[in-house]
T-cell receptor, first 114, second 115 residues
Framework: DTAVSQTPKYLVTQMGNDKSIKCEQN?????MYWYKQDSKKFLKIMFS???????INETVPNRFSPKSPDKAHLNLHINSLELGDSAVYFC?????????????FGPGTRLLVL | GQQLNQSPQSMFIQEGEDVSMNCTSS?????WLWYKQEPGEGPVLLIA?????ELTSNGRLTAQFGITRKDSFLNISASIPSDVGIYFC???????????????FGKGTKLSVKP
């Protein structure tokens, strides 16, 4: 059983299109995240959701919008895709504790914008 | 914003050699995590550290949470070809008031092992 799963694994699309990436976790965690990994392998957090509330929103263009239908899912919707959006997007989840937090990652979605 | 300094950036070693990498920060962290990422895959958690001074092993891997809470190291003993990958440190900073902050990642150490 996959703990954190993402679909699709690969996504190739044209500039200007709108696309969504789905993420599901079966760990019973209450917090989910989206990260972007650039060509230099640097991981940068984009969003996190805790109990259906957005609690982190870094300097990400508003073309990106996270949507969480329930605690086990956090989807990423991207409008008007640009060339610079090409990257690997990782979903992760964790169980928020008072001081400790361990995040588990999905396999990634490789997005290529042409 | 807060940053982690991870070094070295890359390592090229012979099979059987020991490996050491570390992360440092200018601020105090509550948690240190070490992940490994293989090509085409997501980061996989190797070791989690929650207390200053904590030393934890996972097979041939050993990691320590620095006493000052501002650093951590990861050692790999007797490296093998399947150790190849990018190793990331990640830390959860302690915000003002003691609350937990976002997880921050180092830039990774790329390990290459020659058989």
């Amino acid at each position: 059983d996959t703990a954190v799963s993402q679909t699709p694994k690969y996504l190739v699309t044209q500039m200007g299109n709108d696309k969504s990436i789905k993420c599901e976790q079966n760990l019973g965690h209450d917090t989910m995240y989206w990260y972007k990994q650039d060509s230099k392998k640097f991981l940068k957090i984009m969003f996190s959701y805790n109990n259906k509330e957005l609690i982190i929103n870094e300097t990400v263009p508003n073309r990106f919008s996270p949507k969480s239908p329930d605690k086990a899912h956090l989807n990423l919707h991207i409008n008007s895709l640009e060339l610079g959006d090409s990257a690997v997007y990782f979903c992760a989840s964790s169980q928020r504790g008072r001081l400790q937090e361990t995040q588990y990652f999905g396999p990634g979605t490789r997005l290529l914008v042409l | 914003g807060q940053q982690l300094n991870q070094s070295p950036q890359s390592m090229f070693i012979q099979e059987g050699e020991d490996v050491s990498m570390n992360c440092t920060s200018s601020s105090i962290f509550n948690t240190w995590l070490w992940y490994k990422q293989e090509p085409g895959e997501g980061p996989v958690l190797l070791i989690a550290l929650y207390k200053a001074g904590e030393l934890t092993s996972n097979g041939r891997l050993t990691a320590q949470f620095g006493i000052t809470r501002k650093d951590s190291f990861l050692n790999i003993s007797a490296s093998i070809p399947s150790d190849v990958g990018i190793y990331f440190c990640a830390g959860q900073p302690r915000n003002y008031g003691g609350s937990q902050g976002n997880l921050i990642f180092g830039k990774g150490t790329k390990l290459s092992v020659k058989p």
